[in-house]
Nanobody
Framework: VQLQASGGGLVQAGGSLRLSCAAS????????MGWFRQAPGKEREFVAA????????SYADSLMGRFTISRDNTKRTVFLQMNSLKPEDTAVYYC?????????????????WGQGTLVTVSS
């Protein structure tokens, strides 16, 4: 499975961005998908995850209400809508595939990773 993340960039605090992650492979609709992020000097942290059908989602507690994960199985793409962005949201954002269909929050449970897209939020 190959993943291509896009949509990152520079945005002012309070602004919004929508990240996309396009996946290869015919089994996309059987995979759970996740977003993680890693800020400079920090460990990679869980952001959000979504079930294969999109009916179940999970979010980091600190991000709930500002970020929304969704997916379009016809386009093999998962999205992360980020609103009310803060400087502390600055990080490289990674999408990942969990091939067993589990909405997982641990990075170690994911099997494939994209290359990441940089989000920079200025104050």
């Amino acid at each position: 499975v190959q993943l291509q993340a896009s949509g990152g960039g520079l945005v002012q605090a309070g602004g919004s961005l929508r990240l996309s992650c396009a996946a290869s492979g015919r089994a996309f609709n059987t995979y759970a998908m996740g977003w993680f992020r890693q800020a400079p000097g920090k460990e990679r942290e869980f952001v959000a995850a979504i079930s294969p059908s999109g009916s179940v989602t999970s979010y980091a507690d600190s991000l709930m209400g500002r970020f929304t994960i969704s997916r379009d199985n016809t386009k093999r793409t998962v999205f992360l809508q980020m609103n009310s962005l803060k400087p502390e949201d600055t990080a490289v954002y990674y999408c990942a595939v969990e091939t067993r269909g589990k909405v997982a929050t641990m990075a170690t449970e994911y099997d494939y990773w994209g290359q990441g897209t940089l989000v920079t939020v200025s104050s």
